[in-house]
Every structure is written in structure tokens, then in C-alpha cells.
């Protein structure tokens, strides 16, 4: 259900350019080192978790601070079930786990205040880490477990499918009246509410909807790092990241947060190589100069210079 | 069987004394300020990690300590208050706006100190002794260091509701917490009291950190879980309440321990299952509007 | 078509409505005035769902909606504009009122049946020339008029209109009124907050006063400019 048709003319130039792009990624196994296949799972990684992130936060305003949540999620779901079923059974389980967890939390916290979500979001991932620190110690005696084994390229593949999928959701979603209505609930969420917009059950919806995504890539991320604990799976650092890529890249459109993610998931790789012990720090301190002085992110400032440049007023990109 | 319960009834004290201080600490912040400084608990941190270098590399008293972290706190939260959110005040469109633009910078926050304190002190876990003499206490035996932290809660915590009530200062604070409009229209300086409150938070959560580093080892990661307890405690006690956060933390506190002796480990858990309570009964906390 | 029992609803310890009994018929066109801080307000919220009263019932079209969430009771035909106005003001005008279509009563259309009912409600309204334009840059004039072309998008049987003249000048207050009209000519009824006294009288076929969250007269428009009450609670403000 489209809101605005598209507009052929406009679009087949990006388009083909998308196209070829994907084309490119998808075959990158079959020409690239396995450095480069390696360091490009990380970078679509990030693409997922932060592009999920935008799909539920952009629109509506609400700041979760829970991707690292559903990430550990995806990730233990992956070693508790990884030697049981096969592969995709494994991703689409880490995908569910994450969705049920989000339409709790959802369920909980939605209907409130934006701020007792994002407490709440940004709590979470230390209380499961510490249920299951105390699960494993008092019940399996042993901490962590050890997930299976799964090759570079197909692990490339399987979160090169994930980004696919997100993306075309994330893309319905928008150009849908939900994406409408995610829009409204961000502007006067009472005023979207006696429109008819039964916001709580929308909020959380799309709250479950983008932690899919989250919970399928700890899933198959998981396999890479063969042996996982409380610790390594629930680290906040990955509700970190989405929101430093989104907010540096912009949150307007889609470029903005894909080109937010592919600049710091390269960067992270160049910098914990070189500066292990200053990246957070460098991280950080961006995160706060682009809330100061860049509120529109990166693509904005492009899409600000080009107005400039361009002269007179452009029509407002519906995106 | 009365020992038992009295020493877990002591150290639930011990602990609330504790979570007192780090949530009032917050409750200003966020309360005043409006700023909900996710990165509170790092400032516990410092002021812990600080306390254990001057002990142990200048043999500085810990408690003179306190004098020390306090003040140097004080200072850092108000020039950060200064430099960051009142730059980010004036640039945010609405109080939502500064409410998730404040939120989100604080969270830059958190990982620009945790990853100095990891430079400055690397991730070993350190520890030192200071007063580790038993006390006895009703026939049960407390460390003589535990006590002096609950005492020093108790002091801190009461000191500063009075400077809240009785002061002039504490009186602009409150009113300022109201409504700051009003507040700036009646000769209140608005600005400086949002910083001084930013700066006193700070100051309350480095104060809470050297109690901590006495009675218990502590490392440069230790703060997120303080940051999500002093939020637990600052929503039980009512979002924007100041004597709400302390009678809450000492609520806290007890369940902490009351849940530690039956099941260790889970009382981040019972704090949550508090929380969840909480947001399905009464979001507003137990004093809060 | 909508009536209410005892309404009371406190906030803190004061009482903002308080025991009020109300009815609007079917094809009416109701008033209701009162002093700053009388309650109009609130009263509005605790029909339309935003709020939820400590005690009383409220009944629309026989069903009992006390305590509804608002988009039920939209869903149900009820259509409400606000006092400060919001129109989502990153979005068109046409998108503003499309969600009315999308999410109100007749929310299985498809995009171009949308379309269609859009831009004739736009032109009932008289905003046909700028649907693409974001709200946020309408006169207030105009953005009153989004907001009541967004609650008419949702087909409503009731309309719940929120001072939809404060801040306006007499032209635009005029062609305000002349709006009203042709809305309960649609079949619509109409249940409106106002302050502007002129508008009032001539629009309304009853009025109903607050004060201090209490009813104190109820009638015609001309029982209620002669009422002795209501001229003194206005005269002693």
C-alpha cells in the first residue's frame, strides 16, 4: 500500500546504481580476499543494526537504547541451539527470540513516557547479562558456551540476506501508511491517536518488527566468534554504535545511516588495530560534536550544501 | 535467627546509604537539569578509582579523599554542564528534544570517561584496606569501614536536603525544579543554578565512589551498573523528587540484601522486577507528580 | 448521540471537572463557554479518550466509551481539533489529512481512493492550493483548517471543535463560523469550546457554561445572554 507513486524518471538512475551495487556484494566471495569478506560482514553488521535501529527510533522519536539487548539475544540463542538445528532454523530463532523480547519491553514501556523506554531499553542489556551469569553459575556450573563453526563467506552471505530483507522491509514500511503513521506518533503522538492511530500497539509492533533483524545478525555473528559468555555477548557497546552511525550519518533518509555504518565499521576495524585503547574515546567524543553541531548528520549537511549550491528552494524530499 | 535477620537488615542499610547518594545525585541532574546523565555512573567510578591512586601511590586518608574527589567533581560536572547541555539547551527545539539529545550526548559521555579511566587505570580490578577492623555491633560483626560509609550517607544526604530547605541557594534550586520559566522571571539566574546542580550531582556521585571503593574492590567498568540502579532508585522515589530518591534508595537497598542472602546474584533482577512493578502500577514512583 | 453522567476527574487535589451532567443531540450544533481555566478543556479530554475521568459515565451513540483509548473512540465516529493547534508540522498538508483516511473510520481504502477523498475535503475546507505544503509553514488560520480537514478525514458523526477561533481576526473568524455551518450541513454534529462570544451566540443551538469545573446554566443562546449567573461569573473575573 503505497502512499505516493513512484517516480520513474527519478528513481532509475539510484536505482540501477542500488542494483549494482547489491550485484557486487552478493559475488564479493567469489573475487575479494577473505580479509576483505571478513571486514565487510562487520560493515553490513553494523548496516543492520543501525538501519534497524533508525526504522523504529527515527520516525517516532522514542530513543532505545536496547540493539545490544537483542543482540546478545540473537547471539546466545545461536550457541544454546546452534548444534541442534540447522542454520537458517538458528537465524530465524535468534530473529523471534529478539521479537518476543521486544514486544514485551514494547508492551511494558510503550505505553508511558519516552523516558521510562528508554531507561528501561538501556538497562536491559546488563539485566540479562547478569540472569544469565547467575543461570549459568548456579545451573550449568560452567560460563559461556561454545557455539558451532561456520565458514567467512557463508556467514558473509547470511547477513548480506538479512540486509536485503531489512532493507525492503524497512522500505515498505516507510512508503506505507504505518510509515505515515510512525511519522505522526513522532510529531504529536495525542493528535495521532484521536486520528485513529492506535499508537501503543503501532509503537511496539514496529519496536518487535526492527529487532528481527538485530537478533538474526547476533545469530549469525555468533558463529564467527566460536566461544561466547555473558560478556561478550551483552556489551553495551553495541547500542553505542547504531546510535553514533545514525546520528552521524543522518536519520532523513536511508543513505544516512548505511553511510554512518560503512564509515565507523570501517573506522572501528582501522582503529582497534591501530589505537585499541583510544577508539571508544574518539567515538565518543564524535558522537557529541555531531549532536552539537551536525543535528541533521552528514547526508543532511550534504543535502544543506546542495540546496545552497543549487540556489532557491528545493522541494521538501519525501524520501 | 535474629542475627541474621539484623545483619541482613545492616547491610541492607549500608547499601541504601549508598544507592541514596548516587540516586540523589541523579535526581538533581535530572530533576534540575533535565538532563538524565546516563554517564553518573562513571563519575562513581572516578571518584573510586581516584580515592584507591591516592591511597595507595600518596597514602592519602581515604576520607580526606572525600574532600578531594567532591570538590574536583563539583568542578567537572558544572564546566561539562556549561560546555555541553547548555550549548545543547539553547539548540534544542523542545524540552523532548533536550530530553533525547541530552540523553544520547551523556551516552558519549559514559564511553569518552570509561575509556580514560581504562587508560589511566587500566582493567584490573583494584582494591585496597582502610579501616578493615570488625565492629561489633548487637552481637553481629560489622567492618568499621562499612559503617563509616553509612554514616557518611546519612550525613551527605541530610546536609544536603537541608541545604535544599534552608538555604537560599537550595531554595532557587527548588524552584528552579518546578518551573524554571518562573524561576528566571523572579531574579533566579537559571542558568547558573542548572550548572551548579549538574556539578553537585557530580560531586555526589564521586563522594559515593571513594564510599564505595572502601568497602568493596572496584574496576574501571563498575559504573554502568551503578547508572541503572541510581535510575531504578530515582524512579522509585518519583521522577523529580530529591527526598524520594533517598528514602528509595534505602528501599532498594534493603531488598538488595534481603535478595542477596536467599539468592546472590540476582539482585540486579529483583531491581528490575521493582522497576517493571513500578511502570505497570505507578510510573510516577512513590512521590513523584 | 453523546451524553455524560457526573463526570469528575481531579488532577492533584483540585477538582477540574466536577460532577457534570451534558448531552448533545444528534444534528446540533452545542456551545460551550466559561472563564479561562473552567474546565472546557479537560472536559474535552475525558470525552475524547485522552483523559480518564475518577468517576462518572460517558455514553456515545448508547455506547458506554468511559475510559476508551482515543483511536477506539475515533474509530467509532467521534473527531476532535485541539486548542493549541497540532497539525503535524513536518508533514503536508495533504499527508496530514491522508492519515485521517488511512486510520479513521474508513480505514481500508486504497491509496487512490485516499487520494481522491483528500483533495475533496481539502477543497471543503478551502485548502486546495497548498496540499503539498509542510503544516509548519501555514498561517495559523490555515493550520486550524488542516486540523479540522484531518478530523474530518476520519468520517465522523460527532465533532469536537477546541477554540477553533482563538488567535483568528474577524475575517478569518467569519469564515470560521460559515465553516461550522456547512459542517452540520454535511450531518455532522458539532460540540464547541469557544471564547469568541459573537460566534458563539449565532452558530450555537444551545450553550452550555462551565465554571470551576461545575455546569452553572445551561440553555439557548439567548436564555444564556440573559442569565443573571453567567453574566456575573464573567462580569467578576
Redesign the interface.
Known sequence: MSIARVDWKKVWAPGSLLIIILVLLATLSLYASTYTVILLTSILMYVVLTVSWVIFSAPTGYVSLAPAAFFGVGIYTSAILGKALPLPAVILAGGLASFCLALLVGALTLRLRGIYFAIFTFGLVELIKHLLLWYEIKFTGTRGRFVIVVDNDTIYHVMFAILVILLLTAYLIRRSKFGLALRSIGEYEDAAAHTGVNVDALKTVTFAISAVFIGAAGAIMATRWTYIDPYIAFNPLFSFMPVLMAIFGGMGQFSGPILGAAIFGYLEEVLLTKFPYYYMLIFGIILIVTILYLPEGLVGLVQKLWRRISGGKRAHAGG | MIVTILDVVIAGLLLGGLYALIAMGLSLQYGVARV?N?SHGEFIMLGALTTWSLFTAFHINPLVSLAICGPVAFVLGFVIHRT?FK??LS?SASP?VF???S???S??????I???A??AWGPEIRGYSYLRVPVNLAGALFGANRLITLGFAIVIGLAFYLFLARTRLGKAIRAAAQDPTTAGLMGVNINLVLALCFGFGAAMASMAGMLISLCYPVHAVIG??YT?IA??VV?LGG?GSIPGSFIGGFILGLIGSIVTYF?P??A??AY?AI??LL??VR?TGLMG? | MLEGEAVTKYFGGLAAVWNVDFHVDQGEIVGLIGPNGAGKTTLFNLISGALVPKSGTIRFKGQNITGLKPHRICRMGMGRTFQSVKVFPNMSVLENVLLGFLFGRSNSMSSAEAAREATAVLEFVGLSAVKATPAKDLTLANQKRVEVARALATKPELLLLDELMAGLNPTEVAQAMELVTRIREQGITVFMIEHVMKAIMSVCDRIMVLHHGEKIAEGTPQEIATSKTVVEVYLGE
Open positions: 538524565l546516563i555541553l550549548r545543547l539548540s523532548g530530553e533525547s539529545n540523553m544520547l550526548a551516552f558519549g559521555l559514559l564511553f569518552i570509561q575509556n580514560i581504562l587508560i554502568l551498573e541503572i535510575i531504578i524512579v521522577l539468592e546474584g540476582l540486579l533482577a528490575y522497576f517493571i511502570l505497570l510510573p507528580k
